[in-house]
Nanobody, 123 residues
Framework: QVQLVESGGGLVQAGGSLSLSCAAS????????MGWFRQAPGKEREFVAA????????DYADSMKGRFTISRDNAKKMVYLQMNSLKPEDTAVYYC????????????????WGQGTQVTVSS
């Protein structure tokens, strides 16, 4: 049974940092690209970042570029999202996802999803 479990969310003040983790099980992790998406109340699910199985190829949404860093550890079957310089606009539920597709900015490309972790950034 494929499981993706996010952790690390919480409350942080603007300008602060959080590190999110996603633990994967039940899949051959190293063959999947991994992505992070987020969804704020009343908004569509939004692409945040993705990392290919070969790790050196990453992609970020423009608003996250320079502030967020995605990484993975295939041995531990983990993917991470380091978030710095957080803004109130970053408040959302953050989801981890796994894909075999190459169109990683599209949420429909992902096969599996975690349950999400709440990130709240106060002013």
């Amino acid at each position: 049974q494929v499981q993706l479990v996010e952790s690390g969310g919480g409350l942080v003040q603007a300008g602060g940092s959080l590190s999110l983790s996603c633990a994967a099980s039940g899949l051959t992790f190293s063959t999947y690209a991994m992505g992070w998406f987020r969804q704020a109340p009343g908004k569509e699910r939004e692409f945040v970042a993705a990392i290919h199985w070969y790790a050196s190829n990453t992609d970020y949404a423009d608003s996250m570029k320079g502030r967020f860093t995605i990484s993975r550890d295939n041995a531990k079957k983990m993917v991470y999202l380091q978030m710095n310089s957080l803004k109130p606009e970053d408040t959302a539920v953050y989801y981890c996802a796994a894909a075999r597709a190459v169109t990683l900015r599209v949420h429909g490309s992902y096969n599996y999803w975690g349950q999400g972790t709440q990130v709240t950034v106060s002013s």
